[in-house]
């Protein structure tokens, strides 16, 4: 209840009372030179200046010690909403403007212009430039942090945001996605044995394995150009089993293991490692489903059972449709009979829906 009409009244605390004590000295100062230099020197005369000029000093000096505190509190606001990134690179802005302003401004001083000339000049080269190299440097701060290699978004992500990354969700290609819309953000760790399958499976035979790996590669490559994230590739050598090595790398980082692949999740849960599943957060953003609603869905090929037909929604959601077979080919609209979740995704069952 007091810190709220604290904030609602007038400012309080040690930054005001400094601030009028710093008025009441000047000007109780003031008043006592003021007395001692005109008219007659008395003692009374002397005290009633230096009480005039404190009082003055205590009610000017209250008013700007609150100007000073809302001054400060702004810029407190200011600093906080700002990324530490854009505060770095403004502040090494400002450095840089001010010394291109002494650069500036040292002719002036030499070429015997009054000082009432020279000196509102080298104040306002002082004040621009500090103030250019302030704004562009903080506007630009991405592209000036890229030249030196740096990636601020990534740096300023929290502390312990950290992630390992393995073949299946390179591969599924989906993580780019996730780092776009921002999901994903921080350091990425890639172990030496992920590149090394992915360039296996990039140079197979099978002309399907080798789309699927050059995919994989291809996301990589995104990930490295994104600047939300920091990858960083983890050189282990003598590792035959990659699976348990991210595992280990990501109880020793303390960082937590993005995948598809829903065995090694489960492992990596019994070790008490956090896990991001790709199909989980795809899953819980899917449009959910229930018996008797209507979709409609193109069959693209037959299912296990005899007279199924196959289809996906546009999200990728399987959906299975009874004594459907044929109708391969065509737009069906179905009635769902029942969804149930899979460690791959969402699976849907229905029947041809009945048109009168």
Avoid: C
């Avoid at 035959?240 to 829903?262: M, N």
């Amino acid at each position: 209840m007091t810190d709220g009409a604290e904030t609602r009244g007038a400012p309080r605390g040690p930054l005001v009372e400094g601030v009028r004590l710093i008025f009441v000295a000047l000007l109780g100062t003031a008043g006592y030179q003021i007395a001692t230099q005109t008219g007659p020197q008395g003692t009374g005369r002397i005290l009633l200046f230096v009480f005039l000029g404190s009082a003055v000093g205590f009610v000017v000096g209250g008013i700007m010690g609150r100007l000073t505190v809302r001054t400060v509190r702004g810029l407190e606001g200011e600093l906080r909403r700002a990324p530490a990134a854009e505060m770095a690179a403004g502040t090494a802005g400002l450095i840089v403007g001010l010394v291109l302003a002494s650069l500036l401004s040292l002719p002036l001083l030499f070429v015997g212009l009054p000082a009432v000339a020279s000196w509102p000049v080298v104040l306002f080269l002082y004040l621009t430039m500090s103030s250019l190299g302030f704004r562009m440097a903080r506007a630009k701060h991405e592209e000036l942090f890229a030249l030196f290699g740096l990636k601020p978004r990534a740096a300023g992500s929290a502390r312990g945001e950290i992630s390992v990354i393995d073949t299946s969700a390179l591969i599924d290609g989906r993580v780019a996605d996730l780092v776009a819309t921002g999901f994903l953000s921080g350091t990425v760790l890639v172990h030496e044995g992920v590149l090394r399958e992915l360039q296996a499976v990039a140079d197979s035979s099978d002309p399907n394995r080798r789309s699927r790996g050059r995919r994989g590669l291809d996301v990589l490559s995104t990930l490295q150009r994104a600047p939300a994230v920091d990858v960083v590739v983890v050189e282990e050598a003598g590792v035959s089993d990659v699976d348990a090595a991210l595992v280990r790398l990501a109880r020793e980082r303390g960082a937590a293991l993005v995948t598809v692949d829903a065995n090694l999740a489960k492992v990596a849960e019994a070790l008490s490692v956090p896990v991001r599943r790709i199909h989980a957060l795809a899953s819980a953003f899917r449009p959910p489903f229930s018996p008797g609603d209507e979709v409609s869905v193109r069959l693209v090929k037959e299912g296990r059972e005899h007279g199924q037909g196959v289809g996906y929604l546009e999200d990728g959601t399987m959906v299975v449709v009874e004594q459907a077979g044929d109708r391969i080919g065509e737009e069906v609209p179905v009635l769902v009979k029942n969804v149930i979740q899979t460690a791959t995704g969402r699976m849907v069952f229905a029947r041809v829906a009945e048109r009168p």
